[in-house]
């Protein structure tokens, strides 16, 4: 079946750090992959997504690049600040027919001034 | 304009009534989606629908029903609630051909007591 593996947190850093959240996924096929931010108290809003293979997703600073031969899709932004305070979805659409999103745990980001 | 409206936004109810919250898209998505956070923040998918095809995560108990009276609305029915059933519920839509994202609603904090 189809997977999403992110890196456990809860993360935090202090304001223009350089962050990473690591995603790994397990999927037959070509998946699309998606980032998904959900700031405190509000729904989950789409932050990047890639659709093929070494395609990079980027938003608001934030990157992320879709690496087949790792099957990852790990987040890095070169300086965060403390507005970048969430939780961070990592998700896949399988190829094909099924139209479920699938989604990692979530990490948790806490940015201190 | 909200893409995706859910209300009521917070729910407190007793054990054993029965509750619905309601949803609407007006993005002309032919998908509609309930989701459950939990505590963790875990995201789990309860049902997937539109107008041809229901599909419901197995493991979603049959208190739950998802009625759908038109393309733009998906309901979302609790009966005989448990203090289990205590969540954050997120309606989510989306296109079902190609690797499109979903949006999501507000969410609907329920909590049973």
């Known amino acids: 079946g189809n997977s999403v593996t992110q890196m456990e947190g809860p993360v935090t850093l202090s304001e223009e750090a350089f962050l990473t959240i690591n995603c790994t996924y397990t999927?037959?096929?070509?998946?699309?992959l998606f980032w998904y931010v959900q700031y405190p108290g509000e729904g989950l809003q789409l932050l990047l997504k890639?659709?093929?293979?070494?395609d990079k997703g980027s938003n608001k600073g934030f990157e992320a690049t879709y690496r087949k031969e790792t099957t990852s899709f790990h987040l890095e932004k070169g300086s965060v600040q403390v507005s970048d305070s969430a939780v961070y979805f990592c998700?896949?659409?399988?190829?094909?027919?099924?139209?479920?999103?699938?989604f990692g745990s979530g990490t948790q980001l806490t940015v201190l001034p | 304009d909200t893409a995706v409206s859910q209300t009521p936004k917070y729910l407190v109810t007793q054990m054993g009534n029965d509750k619905s919250i309601k949803c609407e898209q007006n993005l002309g998505h032919d998908t509609m989606y309930w989701y459950k956070q939990d505590s963790k923040k875990f995201l789990k998918i309860m049902f997937s629908y539109n107008n041809k095809e229901l599909i419901i995560n197995e493991t979603v108990p049959n208190r739950f029903s998802p009625k759908s009276p038109d393309k733009a609305h998906l309901n979302l029915h609790i009966n005989s609630l448990e203090l289990g059933d205590s969540a954050v519920y997120f309606c989510?839509?989306?296109?079902?051909?190609?690797?499109?994202?979903?949006?999501f609603g507000q969410g609907t904090r329920l909590t049973v007591v």
């Open positions: 890639a659709t093929k293979a070494d």
């Open positions: 998700a896949l659409n399988p190829s094909g027919s099924a139209r479920q999103l699938t």
């Open positions: 989510a839509s989306s296109q079902a051909s190609g690797h499109t994202e979903a949006f």
């Open positions: 999927a037959t096929g070509y998946p699309s």
